[in-house]
């Protein structure tokens, strides 16, 4: 074992040569931005024709007079693109500033901006850092990539104190900590290397301190963006154990862990929607358990070395939402045993426990910390889900604490060049002729408040115009102090406006029109053998209404929007019937209803997810004829259907094991199918009814008997939506 005073000796080392590698000015790798203002010694631009600008310049509409108007200066651009320095040379009394925004030069814009004072849903939230080991959160690698060129580097440490842990009795405290470091050489590549060393101390070891210090990782990631927002990849790792009690080469372990990456960030799918979804799939194949083969090491002993005797298979999620200073991610990893006999591990007091009970589980809550530049900030807190502790496999904490921190260093002293692009306008005197008088205005629904495209504005004399996407119009010029409009367009009330015309800029007019929904009528009766029945009628579709058929013959009206409908008729005694209809703006459609009485004799149950029928649907022998015997008893499975609201039904077809097989299968199908067919020729939609036969593969009794192939032929209705 390496004493505890060697690894603070290690660190501290480590530390002060960081500090000692640059100055404080050098720390910062980004030179400071272009003054955006020139010496004093600097001439002045000479006043010539101007260059023209990178960005387009729009010119504001000037407001015509309403009498022929003197000479008037234009606006002309004379300075854009270019860094505020050159404004100084611009004589402010000849022209007027309109517009400066900043901007980097494309590819010097910071690899690791500050979050401070960010939008809620910036992309520059997102920053990618490096957790444990490479980029990612702390413990779940990322598929997301940052530029290339960048090296990142990282400490983390570890924390856990518990009683009772991994056995009774036990006191456990474990500290650790890993640095890191990653370098992008390629914009699709990622290599990282980390260190680690961990001290833990339990009464149930021997010796009770046990410190394990050399613990190195190396590691390649490629990944690349494959479509809006997802990204994928693999990572590829080499581990290796320093050996317990000396540091000779034959004792080390090693471990290889390669892992398919993915990330979705919605953030690219939606600008509301500020999350980085990442998963990971992979195995770790290592052989700790061969540090230590001169004993049998307890529970205490493997959770103090992180002793594995059985590679495994990883699962990993992550959620990070991306956040202005503060970035809160959740994480959930699984490491399951491969290789387990019969799926049982050794519990401490000599029980037999399921691996699957003892397998590390852990969910994790964090926070990242983005405010500086460069500099990101971790915590957060892992919960172990573990319920058992086996022999075997390192017992899982049921928390460990972790802190630290990463910064991100461009070696290649990549600067930042940033612009300030201005837009200035100089007066010219240049005569304009005054601007035709014309009518404009926005065309909208009056219930939706929406724009109408395809609106015809027509004035007298003048040609007619129609109204863009945006429902906006504009007409020809015309001369008469006033006009009447006529705005017209199919499905709506035409209207008539007449305005007064402003000789001095173009006349506001915004319509609103009316929908002139044209609707139908329908007429409907219920009867049972001729005789008029008192029903309720229920309407389903394009609008919804009920109504009530009286005794006296007499239909009742309703008048609805134009569209499909179904309309179910249901009257106490007498089972339910439902149509499905199509009815055109304006038309009048006749609904009859001939009610069934319901029979005294029940033969249907609803139970929720099947309806059972008391009697089997006879068929014509070998065929899928329906015989008119069974007709009473699907009535009333159209009964229960409708009485109970059932959205989705499926016809299930079954025969006894007589026949050939491939002839049972057919024949159960088209007896499956034809019921279905009886049941939308009584009303049902076709969508909620679906058919499956199953031939003679599912028996409910045997095929022994006359009776036994009896109950084997029937047909079952299952329920899959309420």
Known sequence: MVPMHRTLISVAVLVAASALAQTGDEWSTFPPAPATTPKPADPPP?????????????TPKATPPAAPPAPKPVPVPVD???????????????????SQKERYLAGTEPHSPSTWGKAWNAPENGRVTVGQVGIGTAFVPSARLGPQGVVRISMLGEYFNQIDFPVRSAQNIRSAVTFAASFQPFEWGEIFVSYGAAANSNNRTSPNLIQALGDLAFGLKASRHWGKGFHAGVDLRLLTFSGVGNQGVDRFAVGFKPTLLATYDFRQLSASAPFIFTANLGFTLDTTANLVTNQRLNASEEFALNVNRYNRFNFNLSLELPFPIVTPFFEYTLASPLGVPNNELTGPDGRFINASSAMAQVLGLGLKVTAVKDL????GVNLGLARSVGLGVPGTPPWNFYFGAAFAIDPFQRGETKFVETIRERKLEIAKAPPPVRVEGTVTDLETKKPLPGVIVAIAGVKPSATNDQGQYESLPVSA???????ARDGYKAVER???MDAARPTRLDVALEPDVKKATFEVTAAAGKKPVKAEIAFTGAAESKLQTTDTGAPATVELPAGTYTITAAA???LAQTRDVQVLPGSKLVVAFELVASPKKVLVI??????????QV???????????????LLQQVVDAIIKNNVKRVRVDGHTDNRGAKPANQKLSEDRARSVMEYLVAQGLPKERLESMGYGDSKPIAPNLTARGRELNRRVEFIVLEK
């Open 481 to 487: 102090k006033s006009v009447k409009l006529t705005i």
């Open 498 to 500: 007449e305005v007064a």
């Open 376 to 379: 990101t900030l971790l915590t």
């Open 46 to 58: 000479p006043k010539v024709e101007p260059k023209p600008a990178p960005p387009p310049v729009v």
């Open 606 to 615: 609803f139970k929720g997810d099947k309806i059972e029928i008391l009697q």
């Open 618 to 632: 006879h068929f014509a022998s070998g065929k899928s004829t329906i015989l008119p015997e069974s007709f009473n």
């Open 572 to 574: 106490e005694g007498y």
């Open 80 to 98: 854009a693109g270019v860094p505020a320095a050159r404004d100084a040379g611009v004589d402010d009394a000849d022209t007027r500033l309109i």
